[in-house]
């Protein structure tokens, strides 16, 4: 029997695994594959909902459901935490003791390193984990007059366009509050531009101008000084906030790290077309784990769930696996309430930016419903090759 392991129930994970029941189903009803998700919560989260409960766009009870509910028939699931992945001998050491591997897929995603920023934990809010997006709300709830800093603490970070999402919402909170005029929007950026692709850049400054939302471009966060409330630069430039909502350093996760085979700040090395892990034919590293230039992102983790899910199964089959990721990724970015544009990209074309309209905000708010019974569930299997 062929036993493929993933680590991580996060989005790339589950698509992983739900991508590969469908492909070997005869295999695994002969028993000769097994599939086992290994991942210390009971919960798969739509992590893209944590922007929008600040702003009433979704219901927190909604951004996650039970694994168990999601996971096609005949995949184990492992409720344990993974402490380190072996990756010369096939075996992933959990709380529990040891699974050996013929495949693995490393889905660990990234983890926040708030110790990278002094001073972030008492000194900034973000909406990158459910209880903070939480927290959140209610800061904004209350928020009458005062500035208002949204920005990046550090590259990389998931969902490039999150924070400029959270701009332009809370512009038009404010607007619909009739608050414009109390309240100063300051958006800062750790590069020379608001987006890492120009283009985009100078249409979100266009649009920052329109707003009157002002920008602080290639600011580098050094520290956060909590108690007089300022954003300090490399350079010590200062900013003064009234509230921050800052994205977390992020950097590779804990199993990476004491795994030994991470770079400096624990992403997985990869080839890049074919996502195997460097020097390792029969691993995998899919999604934010990995330390390629691309999007950090749910669209990103499951486009290559889908490229390492056939070439498993290519491999299972006796083949030489062939399918090859081109580095596709996408995002459906909101632009205010009632507008949003589409953004795509892969390795041979540079990120296009949609015009914003409504229909793309209409189809923002339905992925949001059916996220949990297409994506999750990986119900397209049928139709991709």
């Not at 984990?129 to 920005?151: D, Q, R, Y």
């Not at 002002?214 to 350079?235: G, H, P, Q, R, T």
Request: aromatic residues 10%.
């Amino acid at each position: 029997m062929k036993t493929i392991i993933i680590v991580g129930g996060g989005s790339g994970g589950i698509s992983a695994a739900n991508h590969l029941s469908y492909k070997l189903r005869e295999k695994i009803k002969a028993n000769d594959v097994k599939i086992v998700l290994i991942d210390p919560s009971r919960f798969h989260y739509y992590q893209p909902g944590f922007l929008e409960v600040p702003f009433g766009l979704m219901e927190q009870e909604e951004t996650y459901r039970e694994m168990n509910g999601l996971l096609a028939k005949g995949i184990t699931f492992l409720q344990e935490k993974a402490i380190k992945i072996d990756l010369e001998n096939r075996n992933v050491t959990t709380e529990k003791g040891q699974v050996k591997y013929d495949y693995l897929i490393i889905a660990t995603g990234a983890k926040y390193d708030y110790s990278a920023v002094p001073g972030f934990t008492d000194g900034a809010d973000h909406f990158y984990t459910l209880e903070n997006s939480k927290i959140l709300k209610t800061k904004l709830n209350k928020f009458n007059e005062g500035t208002i800093v949204v920005g990046v603490s550090s590259m990389p970070y998931k969902c490039t366009p999150a924070p400029l999402e959270a701009t332009f919402l809370l512009h038009d909170m404010f607007k619909s509050r009739k608050l414009l005029d109390k309240v100063k929007i300051i958006y800062t950026y750790p590069m020379p531009m608001a987006f890492p692709d120009k283009s985009i850049s100078d249409i979100a400054l266009k649009m920052f101008d329109q707003r009157k939302i002002e920008s602080k471009l290639d600011f580098k966060v050094k520290l956060l000084d909590a108690k007089n409330k300022e954003l300090i630069s490399s350079n010590g430039e200062k900013i003064s906030y009234d509230l921050a909502i800052m994205t977390p350093p992020h950097r590779g996760s804990e199993l990476i790290a004491n795994s030994g085979f991470g770079d400096q700040f624990d992403w997985v090395p990869v080839d890049k077309f074919s996502l195997n892990v460097t020097g390792h034919e029969d691993a995998y590293a899919i999604g934010d784990a990995t330390n390629l230039q691309v999007s950090k992102a749910g669209s990103v983790a499951d486009a290559e769930a889908i490229v390492v899910s056939n070439r498993i199964a290519q491999q299972v089959n006796g083949l030489t696996p062939y399918s090859l990721y081109d580095g596709s990724g996408g995002a459906l970015m909101v632009t205010g309430i009632g507008k949003a544009s589409m953004i795509t990209s892969n390795y041979t074309h540079a990120p296009v930016f949609m015009p914003e309209s409504y229909s793309y905000y209409w189809l923002k708010l339905i992925y949001n419903k059916v996220y949990w019974n297409m994506t999750a569930k990986a119900v397209l299997n049928g139709v991709i090759k």
